[in-house]
């Protein structure tokens, strides 16, 4: 059963660690009400491998399989190869759930070899933009401007300059036949793209915002807000990319980055000035995705 | 059974092939790569059921075959030097997980200076990984170990990774006449892999997760603690099983060469054991009261097996082919260790030989006996450890 589109099946149950507010249920719990019973998760090291509780406690209701921090899309690809030789594949989705450190650092390598292997399997990256599980360090999906305790604010700067690597043109780089951004801000966008990832056969890798009120230093009860602002700013764009093109799926770019960054505490020390070169930034990398979106469609 | 000329690493290709191995993950390495190479051939030609996947590195080969064993099919996989040591933490998790995976290991020497030649560091630096390691002496036992370690790893009181080393190009690249089992008599001798708890999501079971210092760490710890111990005498069961069924006999952990009545006994393990064999041969002719033991498991350390076999014996040279850096040759202290405490404590003294691929010649075994009668006549060891034919 839906209600309002929302499938009503919960497969997180209570008694999970995570701090409250955080993003990372969310993105979990949608993900689980799409995918169902029929799914075997893993999960390597990141704040999500202690979330669930400790041993022989769960609070998942499907198979979990915990791994190395830097295997998650390797592990996905031996559950599936197995199931396959076991002849039972056909119904059972593969997720591999891991954190931006876990997809974009040190497991990129096994992620580019089991999108490039076609595997079918859902890679999901919560993306909650540090190492979160180790304090909030910084990984190469920080922000441009977040302090971090590796990127620490001091008396000569030290914050992070640099920018996100795009995830999602890097797995598009890779010809993979779906890719999305979810933000659960937006559940009926979230919901729709996951059961279209359940149906793609062959690799699926989602990009999900994930808010972290601990690491991101802001009251637990803004998180939804601060989700629609990432979007409304264009910091966190919502498109797919499908079939070699892309789509975006929300177009409305109304709001000015100082209103998503002054909410957060990682983002207090900035200057005017450097907020501006953010938005100078944010408003280049939006056109680029238009751009994107117009000349794949052609 | 059909005989057959092959290498090696043919022959670790076959035993997996006759394993009916399900989940192959590897990545070549020099000079292992004619294992990967022949089972994507045997996969490709329908002659193995298998999921074959090409992984990125062997970091990866090893993560897919764990979580392919905790499904519930057999894993496969197979590397050398370098790409044993990117392994290295999922090693650990493998024996963690107690998914019963086995690998054939090329052992090769590490880089710096690159040599793809045989030493055993790679393997005897994975020594507290939880695995159990044999290391072979003919192509013919890489075969037929690779077919006992599946019995010996899925045994439900055991549930541990093997590896089976084989010294490079010794064995991996020289060609030997090998008897391939039929498969019929191998599907006996090896049942199907039927997981204890396979991941199935009837039956969500959540393996891995978080355990806290007052819940079941030390406890699953003591379990392979456990398991380890039942290894060598449920290999001795599994070997008569074998013999029975191919009738090729195996020895347990330890192949014991004129150590009877012997007065000098030297310890080595991998192809080089051959050499020590022909020597004591060529020294018993001349009525000199040698021995030679190879070493064929490391892990677990055949401790009792080898006190009883050392009984008698005056003195012990133990051959390392490989160093443990700021110590000695990490053989050569298991042996020691094994031996303190117990009634007849042979004089012993330690061999650095055949350092990445340095060949170990009958002369360099003689020069070796030689120096152990020197000292058991002087009643004193001239060095704790010494590096045999050394240009420095
Ligand atoms: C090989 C290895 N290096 C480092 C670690 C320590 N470690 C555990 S979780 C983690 C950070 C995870 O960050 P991310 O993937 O972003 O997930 P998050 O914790 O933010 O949810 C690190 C560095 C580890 N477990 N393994
Ligand atoms: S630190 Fe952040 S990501 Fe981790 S559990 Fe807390 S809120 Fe969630």
Redesign the pocket.
């Known amino acids: 059963m839906k209600r309002a589109g929302i499938p009503t099946e919960e497969f997180i149950y209570s008694g999970h660690t995570a701090c409250p507010g955080c993003g990372?249920m969310l993105v979990s719990r949608y993900l689980l009400k799409v995918l169902g019973k029929n799914t075997i998760m893993n999960i390597?090291?990141?704040?999500?491998?202690a979330i669930p509780g400790t041993f022989p406690e769960t609070c998942l209701g499907i198979p979990l399989l915990y791994n190395?921090?830097?295997t998650t899309a390797a592990t996905a690809s031996g559950v599936e190869a197995a199931l396959k030789i076991k002849g039972r594949k056909e119904k059972i989705n593969v997720v591999g759930f891991?954190?931006?450190?876990?997809?974009?650092?040190?497991?990129i390598q096994a992620l580019s070899g089991a999108i490039e292997r076609g595997h079918d399997i859902i890679y999901v990256c919560?993306?909650?933009?540090?190492?979160?599980?180790?304090g909030?360090?910084t990984?190469s999906?920080t922000p441009m401007g977040a302090s971090t305790t590796t990127n620490p604010v001091g008396k000569k700067g030290g914050w992070r300059t640099r920018n996100k690597k795009n995830m999602i043109d890097i797995v598009a780089a890779h010809d993979i036949p779906y890719a999305a951004t979810v933000n659960p801000s937006y559940p009926m966008d979230f919901i729709k793209k996951i059961e279209k990832a359940k149906e793609v056969n062959g690799p699926v890798y989602i990009h999900a915002y994930?808010v972290?009120p601990t690491?991101w230093r802001y009251q637990p009860e803004l998180g939804l807000e601060i989700g629609r602002l990432a979007t409304e700013t264009g910091i966190f764009p919502l498109y797919e990319f499908e079939d070699g093109k892309y789509k975006i799926s929300y177009k409305k770019k109304t709001k000015q980055v100082i209103e998503y960054y002054k909410l957060q505490g990682r983002f207090r020390h900035l200057s005017e000035d450097f907020i501006n070169e953010v938005q100078t930034k944010i408003d280049k990398e939006w056109q680029k995705l238009l751009l994107k979106e117009e000349c794949s469609n052609r | 059974m059909v005989k057959k000329i092959m290498t090696g690493n043919i022959a670790a290709a076959w035993g997996a092939r006759l394993s009916r191995t399900e989940v192959i993950a590897a990545y070549p390495i020099t000079p292992q790569t004619i294992i990967v190479e022949k089972l994507a051939q045997f996969v490709s030609d329908g002659d193995l059921k298998a999921e074959y996947l090409h992984v990125e590195s062997e970091h990866s080969a090893m993560a897919a075959c764990i979580a392919a064993s905790q499904i519930g099919a057999r894993a496969f996989t197979a590397t050398s030097s370098q790409g044993l040591l990117l392994m290295h933490?999922l090693l650990h998790w493998a024996s963690g997980a107690r998914t019963p995976i086995v690998m054939a290991n090329v052992n090769r020497a590490l880089a710096p200076p690159w040599s793809v030649w045989v030493e055993h560091t790679d393997m005897i630096s994975q020594r507290d990984t939880g695995w159990i390691q044999f290391y072979a002496e003919s192509n013919q036992e890489v075969l037929d170990t690779i077919l006992i370690c599946y019995k010996l790893c899925e045994d439900k009181e055991i549930q541990l990774p093997a590896m089976v080393g084989l010294d490079a190009f010794y064995l991996s690249h020289t060609s030997e006449i090998v008897d391939i089992p039929d498969q019929e008599l191998v599907d006996k001798f090896l049942p199907k892999y039927e997981a204890q708890y396979p991941i199935d999501t009837e039956n969500p079971l959540s393996l891995g997760s978080l355990s806290m210092p007052h819940q079941w760490y030390p406890e699953f710890r003591y379990k392979i603690y456990e398991a380890m111990e039942r290894v060598i005498p449920r290999l001795y069961q599994i070997e008569e099983d074998f013999y029975k069924q191919f009738g090729r006999r195996y020895t347990g952990p330890l192949e014991l060469y004129n150590t009877e009545d012997a007065e000098v006994v030297l310890i080595i393990s991998g192809a080089a054991a051959g050499t020590v064999k022909e020597t004591v041969d060529i020294l018993r002719k001349n009525g000199v009261k040698v021995g030679a033991i190879r070493l064929r498991m490391f892990r677990p350390f055949p401790k009792k097996e080898l006190v009883k076999a050392l009984s008698n014996v005056s003195f012990v040279g133990v051959i390392d082919r490989s160093f443990s850096f700021g110590h000695e040759g990490a053989m050569f202290s298991e042996i020691k260790a094994s031996l303190y405490g117990t009634k007849f404590s042979p004089a012993i003294k330690n061999y650095i030989v055949g350092i990445g691929g340095r060949d170990i010649t009958t002369d360099t075994i003689k020069k070796i006996f030689d120096n152990c009668f020197n000292c058991l006549k002087n009643n004193k060891i001239d060095a704790h450890v010494e590096w045999v034919d050394i240009k420095v």
């Open positions: 990372a390597p090291a990141c704040c999500f491998a190395a921090f830097e891991a954190g931006d450190g876990g997809t974009a650092d040190i497991g919560y993306d909650n933009e540090a190492y979160m599980n180790t909030m360090q990984s999906l994930s972290c690491g | 933490e």
